[in-house]
């Protein structure tokens, strides 16, 4: 397996820095954009599986920061922030075209297909994503909010609602019932 | 080094999820748009007032001068108190504004049964709880025909000075004895307090002399310093199985039936469980599709067309309806769904009718074309491979196999009357997959091997295909 992850959860603070610096007009708003564009697009692009929906969004929500950007105060938490916008722009989304499932074109676990990946790697991926879509939706965004949009568990639990050590306790238990199943199966 | 066991799989799971990144060109338009909308703030500037040191001893005064008048008028204490509660996060009273939320709550255990509350807030508009019941045995439960029998709970949020406010379900996600969460919905607090205590008179959906009543759960909240981050989504819209709708009673009485009728099979896949409320604005219907074939599954419920037909023929408009039925186990061999329609639906016969479900077969289809085919490009880019899943026709055609540098590959179109959606190939010294939407109903699957790809032996096979069913499943049913 040579894809290493990429997400370094612990060391995002550094970004703080940034956001102060354009919220005191030192930056421009791109510097926000740059960060988090792609991990934004990825969560929506995740739950919509629908490209043209997963860019609508992505605008939807990057000119929601923009307008709202002066409510914000520092207070070291702006990832939260951001992913807390980002879903409810997309459960009001839901609201709106209430058609779960009419445009729903699964996403294809080749598109994460990596050529350097072994046989019973690809079996494995093939097995986690197939897996992983039939865990609850709860479940499902615990996974999302920690590997797509890179949340530490702080972060995360202010976006769901629940104490950092709930979070910790569920992604934990997730994780081994993840892992039994793939034990049982392979 | 890091030696948590945790991270292998978790590196796996994040590649299993990893979505492709953004269109380019959509990432440079959208920047340079927000761009153009961005106005810099004015840099921050500290206060340019310079008090001069005459204008701040008469200030001085004149607050000394204000303390003495109020610490002996207790009426001008009143008045400016009165003042001052009206501006938020300003006054001398006690009560504050502005958003709370449920710290994560510890469960209650009370005969059995476990309840909690670890998700709700409370703002100055309403308070929003989502209560979480689990551990009901069958008997506790009652049956979807008695729920009229049985006591509705009442639900009360009490403070410490014994304040109440009532609070009212406004929606389940409900997996019967698994469990279920009910969302509860009440009015703001007037004085906001930290703790409180959640009653209820009897357990939910259960019958009051076999399960826990008079059960008090404690909440506490803290208050939000960013409103912006704080509040979650609680967004239970399944209607409880005694959903009640609040206007012309007689006429729009909550109904709801299952429907026992042997459903008509075209397929191992079945519409069960047909459930019926009726709301002011139409008719939900709500169910499960189920299949008893472990080889089989259905990775997700959208079908091309869903049609609702009345008993005269006619073909009644209908929308998907937004529902989060939890799965407690994975291995269920069902997924829910739900509908409304545009208007109430009146008494009489109905039938219901889903076009072009995916079903994935997870099943190995050896891939095996003869020596003599293989040897000959125009004989192996004609030769056809049918597959037959349950009456279903799966076409493998167009095989074209190359050869550079080490590496084989092979690819193939796949295809069905229905039409065909994904599949997943392996072999031995398999290197990589790409599979490609051809039209409609075809897809393209390209395998890289390393080394020479064989074909005459079935060592390379078709683990699954996902591929959308030909024929509609449908049920009758009455609402009576």
Do not use: C
Request: charged letters at 25%; a negative charge.
């Amino acid at each position: 397996m040579t894809w290493i992850m990429q997400a370094d959860h612990e060391h995002q603070e550094d970004n703080e820095a940034l956001i102060l610096s354009v919220l005191n007009g030192e930056e421009e708003f791109s510097v926000i954009y740059d960060l988090y564009v792609d991990r934004i697009y990825k969560y929506f692009l995740s739950r919509v599986h629908d490209t043209a929906t997963a860019e609508d969004l992505t605008s939807t929500l990057f000119f929601s920061v923009l307008s709202n950007l002066p409510k914000y105060r520092h207070v070291g938490r702006f990832q939260a922030w951001i992913f807390t916008i980002a879903r409810n722009i997309f459960y009001k989304h839901l609201r709106e075209v209430k058609q779960i499932g009419f445009e729903d074109i699964e996403s294809r676990y080749s598109d994460s297909t990596n050529l350097e990946n072994n046989v019973s790697d690809q079996e494995l991926l093939h097995q986690l994503s197939t897996h992983i879509k039939t865990l609850n939706d709860d479940e499902q965004e615990l996974l999302r909010l920690r590997f797509i949009a890179n949340l530490k568990f702080s972060d995360i639990g202010r976006v769901i609602g629940k104490s950092e050590s709930a979070t910790k306790k569920s992604f934990y238990r997730l994780i081994e019932r993840i892992k039994s199943y793939l034990e049982m199966n392979s | 080094m890091n030696t948590n066991p945790n991270l292998n799989i978790e590196n796996y799971i994040a590649q299993a999820m990893d979505q492709p990144m953004p269109d380019k060109n959509f990432k440079s338009s959208l920047r340079s748009q927000l761009n153009k909308a961005y106005r810099k703030p004015d840099k921050q500037i500290s206060s340019q007032l310079n008090f001069r040191p005459v204008l701040l001893t008469g200030l001085a005064t004149l607050v000394v001068l204000f303390v003495a008048f109020l610490f002996f008028n207790p009426n001008a204490v009143n008045a400016i108190r009165s003042i001052f509660s009206f501006i938020p996060g300003v006054g001398l009273t006690d009560s504050t504004s502005g958003d709370y939320l449920i710290v994560g709550e510890e469960a209650v255990r009370v005969e059995g049964v476990t309840f909690q509350v670890d998700n709700g807030y409370a703002t100055s508009d309403e308070t929003v709880l989502l209560l979480k019941v689990s551990g009901l045995t069958p008997e506790m439960l009652y049956t979807e025909d008695e729920h009229n029998l049985f006591p509705k709970p009442v639900y009360q949020l009490l403070s410490k000075a014994n304040k109440a406010i009532d609070l009212t379900e406004q929606g389940a996600r409900w997996d019967g004895i698994s469990g279920y969460e009910i969302k509860l919905i009440g009015p703001a607090l007037e004085k906001f307090n930290g703790e409180y205590k959640l009653t209820m008179t009897n357990t939910p959906f259960a019958n009051p002399e076999l399960s826990p009543t008079e059960i008090e759960l404690p909440l506490s909240f803290n208050q939000i310093s960013d409103p912006e981050i704080g509040l979650p989504v609680i967004d239970l819209s399944l209607p409880l199985p005694r959903f009640e709708i609040g206007e012309n009673q007689e006429h729009l009485q909550s109904q709801e039936s299952i429907q026992a009728e042997a459903t008509e099979i075209v397929d191992p896949v079945q519409i069960e469980g047909i459930k019926i409320v009726q709301d002011t604005d139409g008719t939900i219907l709500f169910g499960r599709l189920s299949w008893n074939d472990e080889s089989l599954s259905i990775p997700r419920f959208s079908p091309l067309k869903v049609v609702l037909r009345n008993n005269d023929g006619e073909n009644l408009p209908i929308d998907f309806y937004p529902v989060q039925e939890e799965r407690s186990s994975n291995d269920l061999l069902w997924l829910p769904w739900a509908f409304k329609t545009k208007q109430s639906l009146s008494s009489g016969n109905y039938e219901i009718a889903f076009e072009g479900l995916v079903e994935r077969r997870i099943k190995d289809y050896p891939i095996i074309v003869p020596t003599e085919v293989l040897n000959d490009y125009s004989k192996l880019k004609a030769y056809e491979i049918e597959i037959d899943i349950d009456g279903t026709s799966i076409i493998l055609s167009d095989f074209f196999v190359s050869q550079a540098g080490g590496e084989s590959i092979l690819s193939f179109i796949i295809g069905s009357e229905g039409g065909v959606e994904d599949a997943m190939v392996f072999t031995e010294s398999f290197s990589g997959l790409s599979v490609s939407q051809v039209d409609n109903g075809r897809i393209k699957v390209e395998l890289r091997v390393s080394g020479p790809v064989e074909l005459s032996d079935g060592s390379v096979i078709i683990k699954s295909i996902d591929y959308r069913m030909k024929e509609a499943i449908s049920k009758d049913f009455v609402i009576p």
